[in-house]
């Protein structure tokens, strides 16, 4: 390790043209694949910065469930920054749009510091939306709009929502409430006429970790245990305690919505281990979707064997940013 970690900075210090070649560097792959030590570990050679790409990781208080591994951050004794971790309150609705643009504040003070990014994180839409520059906008609540959708059932939403779009992001349909912002956003579109958000044009390296499916499905197994044995079950019901409605928790999908229904009585212990495990395997498939259809698009994604040592990963990851170009 230390041989390589001399080889590594002696190389920076020679020659860093990369970094001006990519503008960022991106760690991505499924849940339980180990993005974050990687990330951690090659941020800390490159004297970079984490910024997440975790869409649930932005929540305070909302730890064990996350996956919030802050000892993976600590290299050598050094702390490495991470941006966009804790940065809203558990129950708020934090969205892409929000996302995307406290991620080009963060990204601009970065480089002006002569910080390199590395982002780390498997929400797809949330690395793609910052790597493809999506065009975004704004919408406000419309409240008598809501009231009126309130009134219909999910199935009765899914074909107003076709009527507008072809759905292609089937996490717009999971729960009515998302339906119904989906619709309200649709809605705004067609009635306004919108100024998409600005961002700048970037030239990103992006890494995919991979673990075969069966490496992953035993990855899973492990970590939901552990968490659970680490008190995944009292985080969730210390949050409820403090107020927070138990359909803002189950908005959240995965460990909080299936401890949620085990703490009000909706499912025994067993049925929820076992819900959850399915689920977040399912979740886990979903991902990769997301990523094969980012490289169907327009995004190259250099896969790295989950299963190799820790220091080939990194040497990996240095390699593809000397030899690859944008």
């Known amino acids: 390790m230390a041989h390589i ?22 760690i991505t792959g499924p849940t339980a694949s180990g993005k974050t030590s990687l990330a951690a570990a090659v941020a800390y050679r490159l004297n970079g910065e984490i910024i997440s790409a975790d869409s649930r990781q932005v929540y305070r208080r909302m730890n064990i469930g996350t996956g919030k591994d802050y000892n993976d951050y600590i ?12 940065i809203a309150e558990p129950g708020e609705k934090y969205n892409v749009f929000e996302y995307q643009r406290q991620f080009f504040e963060v990204y601009e003070s970065l480089k002006h510091r002569g910080a390199f990014p590395v982002v780390c994180g498997g929400s797809g839409m949330w690395a793609d939306s910052v790597i493809n520059g999506y065009q975004m906008i704004e919408v406000a609540p419309d409240n008598d709009l809501r009231k009126q959708l309130e009134e219909k059932t999910l199935e009765e939403l899914i074909e107003i ?3 507008f779009k ?16 989906a619709i309200e956003i649709e809605y705004y579109v067609k009635q306004n006429k919108t100024s998409k958000s600005c961002v700048p044009k970037i030239n990103p390296l992006v890494v995919g970790v991979l673990p075969g499916r069966d490496l992953r499905r035993e990855n899973i197994a492990k970590r939901l245990q552990s968490r659970l044995n680490e008190g995944m079950v009292e985080e969730v019901k210390g949050l409820l305690d403090t107020g927070i409605a138990p359909e803002s928790l189950i908005y959240y999908g995965l460990e909080y919505k299936f401890i949620t229904l085990y703490l009000i009585n909706k499912l025994t212990y067993d049925q929820m281990a076992s819900s959850l495990q399915t689920a977040i395997c399912q979740f886990a498939k979903r991902q990769m979707t997301w990523f094969r259809g980012m490289e169907r698009k327009r995004t190259k994604i250099h896969w790295i064997n989950a299963q190799l040592p820790l220091d080939d990963k990194i040497s990996a990851v240095f390699e593809l940013l000397y030899k690859t170009k944008p």
């Open 75 to 86: 290299i050598n004794g050094t702390q490495i920054p991470c941006h966009l971790i804790d």
């Open 166 to 181: 072809k759905l292609h992001n089937t996490t717009d349909i999971d729960t009515k409430k998302r339906a119904i912002r």
């Open 5 to 26: 970690t001399v080889i590594i900075k002696l190389t920076i210090k020679l020659d860093n043209r990369f970094l001006n070649n990519y503008d960022l560097l991106l």
């Open 161 to 163: 929502l076709s009527s």
